[in-house]
């Protein structure tokens, strides 16, 4: 069970290029979600998802794509990245619907645009 | 939109003393969960401790426990017995039941010394 996994684990990105993060669990969990942290701001939403073909809005979403077409993975996409994205990202799972609230978060992605 | 405040960015303590990390929190929904994470140098998220709004009794997990008042709106974590491990950032999250959308606190950086 290797919860939580995401890939790469480092970038550096030059302003302009895409890329795509990846997330995957092998919990079967209903709700995956995407947050940036940044110095001094804490965690902040981008997406989320309550399902495979569900997506949403979180609190910073601009200059970032998802999609959900599995249980399992969840990708954050950067379709044209800008300096302002230079974060770590989290990849976060939690059961949903009669769990207990927990999100079990991956390892993280540090992301440098320059 | 809810939000949470940490009020001290950094704190220290000495080994095998005991330490009160604040935490405040705004909302006017009923239904909702507190949490605390533990961030250590490695960067991943750890759960430390998960508070229920409904209930009134105060969460307890081992050295760790909170002081939940909820007419104040004040969720503080208190370590025990603290331990040169339990360096780290700390950050206090809201989540309004139903929502699995955590809301941050911006963290506080806490340092054992010994």
């Known amino acids: 069970n290797a919860g939580v996994t995401q890939t790469p684990k480092f970038q550096v990105l030059k302003t302009g290029q895409s890329m795509t993060l990846q997330c995957a669990q092998d919990?079967?969990?209903?709700?995956m979600s995407w947050y940036r942290q940044d110095p001094g701001m804490g965690l902040r939403l981008i997406h989320y998802?309550?399902?495979?073909?569900?997506?949403d809005q979180g609190e910073v979403p601009n200059g970032y794509n998802v999609s959900r077409s599995t249980t399992e993975d969840f990708p954050l996409r950067l379709l044209s990245a800008a300096p302002s994205q230079t974060s770590v990202y989290f990849c976060?799972?939690?059961?949903?619907?009669?769990?207990?609230?927990?999100?079990?978060f991956g390892p993280g992605t540090r992301l440098t645009v320059t | 939109a809810q939000t949470v405040t940490q009020s001290q960015p950094e704190m220290s303590v000495q080994e095998a003393e005991t330490v009160t990390l604040s935490c405040t929190y705004d909302t006017s929904e009923s239904n909702y969960y507190l949490f605390w994470y533990k961030q250590p140098p490695s960067r991943q998220m750890i759960l430390v401790i998960r508070?229920?709004?409904?209930?009134?009794q105060n969460a307890t997990e081992n050295r760790f426990s909170v002081n939940f008042q909820k007419a104040a709106k004040s969720f503080s974590l208190k370590i025990s017995d603290s331990q040169l491990g339990d360096t780290a950032m700390y950050f206090c999250a809201f989540m309004q039941g139903g929502s699995e959308k955590l809301v941050f606190g911006k963290g506080t950086k806490l340092t054992v010394n010994p």
């Open positions: 976060a799972s939690s059961r949903g619907t009669g769990g207990s609230y927990e999100q079990y």
């Open positions: 919990m079967n969990h209903e709700y």
């Open positions: 508070q229920e709004a409904y209930k009134q």
């Open positions: 998802s309550v399902g495979a073909g569900i997506t």
